[in-house]
């Protein structure tokens, strides 16, 4: 029994925070999110040097073989960092999908290609063998615009499965929406017989897709309690500086004792977010009930800690200038990503108590 | 990282389980409390076949009587305990909080005369700290401790003391100088009860049992080799106490919310199954439970790298009392009218008794205002409100 992370994976860890503090600092927000493309494309080459795109895949595709656990540390520092581009869905989202074809795996390892997941019943895969086209669209599909490829779920003939759809000039037709958190902008993809390779046949694409939607719930996690510790951070320095009638704010309980319950809250989000990593590490037989209960408590924290920041800061805090309204629309994205937390504490009743 | 047991706590964890399952006494199974005679009469001997089968003093250095492991297994043993709903050794202050601090600032003597008896549960020993005008502030204390002639004088009124109605022992904080700063004058001392001049009244409490108590001290005379640390010293040796209290104190706060979710979804499944608001309440308790569980094997984790208890144990006290508060609430919600029969065996009289009990949750041992005080203070490092 030891829940700490080895010396290797806290150096990861350490790695990931000063890199992303020099490149990606607070100040850089405003000015990423508002640029054309809503990220820095020049960053992923980077992310790819620094090992983290190939984490978890395997040394003969080029990655570095290691586990969820380590892919995990770096979510966790990419949410704190509010990181703007498609790297969740491409190592959440699309690659347990891309592990049925080596050939895109070792393009995902070397910084080459990124990809997000199309899911929705209404996307048709028409053809046989290995000549497939799509039709139909599907809506709020993460980094539609940033990315090389879609993993799609479709309909065939012999019910839902994987297939990949790459982008070449404007097919399939994208449109990126405007929504809250523009830090994760999210795209309508429209498939008019666009061609696509078929990755995983029904019925082992289910598998897939179970394990694809564990894989982001506990990602989201830990993005959330990345978040969360940001706005947690901002908000004691605000009340360790700010000073009214004579004394930081901080000084009055009514205000340190809100920090107090996000700090409570964050621990307690992420004790739930590493639990489940370690569940999808080892296949676990209770990852599937560790993901959602980490998801919905860790993004109800994150929502609750950004709040609580926005107050503590006073009318600062309501302002477009401070990068806290960032933070906290990047936590309702994460509460609303899948089911709200009231879906995911009904599934988890529905294993608790039955009916 | 692995959260599964290793093979040696896995065996361990397997031979403790199949003991508990041999040897907890009938009458103190699924133990609600020391308050009655008879409860108190079979926990002397639980406290002894514990010791015999060498689960007293899991931790404790082999030289002193100890079985010398590491913090895990203490962290098994409290699962298990909760698991097999038994009682813990009737001597917890002794082994958790007495015994520690002779360890750390007893002399030989003293660590002969003391420490074999507690694991033994041949003397039960009680706390002596706060009093009716020093509750959350505890360095205010008054207690009087006067240097006469070979030792002290005791002078001086203690409350909230568990266990000092069958106490043969106290370690008692009290004030030896009164022009010094108020950490400087304290001193830490160990009281025979049976002394003359020590009075205990037990105090009722709101679920109308009593497990805690008043002490009255009048002229009591102490000799000087019962001085633990030095005259003045008092406050560091009080630091060591409280921080033992904290180590894997969240493994038994977590052992019996285990106990009490499983009881609650017994109890929804009965009474409740399709009701979604219950339900959705019942789900979030489930997973606040694992978020302790979680947060526990995380403190124990770095318990056993850096031998210091971190900031989870005010994490993990501090969401244990208010969950407990809000699941015997829930519990009694789902029986409804019925909840108002106190007496008799049932699930009414159960949850009716946990519900009143959890009041004290977030007061004893660290009230929720403090616990929140030492988070921003300590460890967000925001300044001092007071």
Known sequence: MDFS?????????????????????????????????GWDRASWAELARLGWTGASIPEAQGGAGLSFVEEAIVFEELGRALYAGPFFSTVALALPALACAPDLLAKVASGAFTATLASGTAVQALGAGDRWRLRGETDLVADAGSVDAFVV?????????????ERHGTRPQVCVLDTVDVSRRLGRVTF?????????????????????????????????????????????????SREQFGRPIGAYQAVSHKLAD??????????????????????????????????????????????????????????WDHPLHRYYK?????????????????????????? | MDLRDGPEEGAFRATLRAWLEANVPAGLRGFRGW????AVALGRDWSKRLAEAGYAGLTWPKEYGGAGRPWRYQAVYLEELARAEAPQHLGVIGLGMAGPTIIAHGRPDQKTRYLAKILS????????????????????????????????????????????????????????????????????????????????????????????????????????????????????????????????????????????????????????????????????????????????????????????PGPE???????????????TKLAIEIIGREAQVADGDGAPAYWRHQQLRSRGNTIEAGTSEILRNIIAERVLGLPRSR
């Not at chain 1, 897939?208 to 982001?216: C, D, G, P, V």
């Not at chain 1, 936590?331 to 009904?346: K, M, P, Q, T, V």
């Not at chain 2, 308050?35 to 008879?38: D, L």
């Not at chain 2, 003359?196 to 009255?216: D, K």
Request: aromatic share 8%; hydrophobic share 45%.
């Open chain 1, 262 to 319: 996000t700090y409570v809250e964050t621990e307690l989000a992420r004790s739930l977010a590493y639990w489940a990593a370690w569940c999808i590490a080892e296949d676990d037989g209770q990852a599937e009930l560790a993901a959602v209960a980490a998801k919905a408590y860790a993004a109800e924290a994150a929502v609750a800690a950004c709040e609580r920041a926005i107050q503590v800061h006073g009318g600062m805090g309501f302002t």
């Open chain 1, 153 to 165: 779920q479709a309909r065939g003939p012999d019910g839902i499965g994987l297939y990949l759809a």
């Open chain 1, 192 to 240: 008019a017989d666009d061609d696509a390779r078929l990755l995983a046949a029904p019925p082992a694409a289910a598998k897939i897709i179970a394990a694809t939607r564990r894989r982001a719930l506990t990602a989201l996690a830990l993005e959330a309690v990345g978040v969360a510790s940001q706005a947690l951070a901002l908000g004691v320095e605000h009340a360790k």
């Open chain 2, 121 to 308: 549960a041949e003397e039960i020993w009680c706390q002596g700290f706060s009093e009716p005008g020093s509750g959350s502030d505890l360095a205010s204390v008054r207690t009087r401790v006067e240097p006469v002639g070979a030792g002290f004088v005791v002078n001086g009124q203690k409350v909230w003391s568990s266990y000092a109605h069958i106490a043969d022992r106290c370690i008692l904080l009290g004030r030896s100088t009164t022009a010094s700063e108020k950490h400087e004058g304290l001193t830490y001392l160990i009281v025979d009860m049976k002394s003359p001049g020590v009075e205990v009244r037990p105090l009722r409490q709101i679920t109308g049992e009593a497990e805690f108590n008043e002490i009255f001290f009048t002229d009591v005379a102490v000799p000087k080799e019962n001085l633990l640390g030095d005259v003045g010293g008092g406050w560091r040796v009080a630091m060591t106490t409280l921080s033992h209290e904290r180590g894997t104190f969240g493994f038994a706060l977590a052992g019996a919310l285990d106990v009490a979710v499983r009881k609650l979804v017994g109890l929804a499944r009965e009474r409740a199954g399709t009701d979604a608001l219950v339900r959705d309440r019942v789900a979030r308790e489930w997973i606040d439970l694992q978020a302790l569980r979680y947060t526990n094997y995380r403190a124990l984790a770095r318990l056993e790298r850096t031998g210091v």
């Open chain 1, 5 to 37: 992370f080895s010396p290797e994976q806290d150096q990861l860890r350490a790695q990931a925070r000063s890199f992303l503090e020099k490149s990606y600092p607070l100040a850089r927000l405003a000015e990423i999110a508002t640029s054309e493309d």
């Open chain 1, 330 to 355: 990047r936590a309702l994205w994460i509460e609303s990503f899948d089911r709200s937390g009231a879906a995911h504490r009904a599934d988890i009743a529905q294993v608790l108590l039955g009916g």
């Open chain 2, 313 to 327: 144990g005010s994490v993990a006290k501090l969401r244990w009392s208010e969950a407990n508060q809000r699941l």
């Open chain 2, 35 to 38: 308050s009655s005679p008879a």
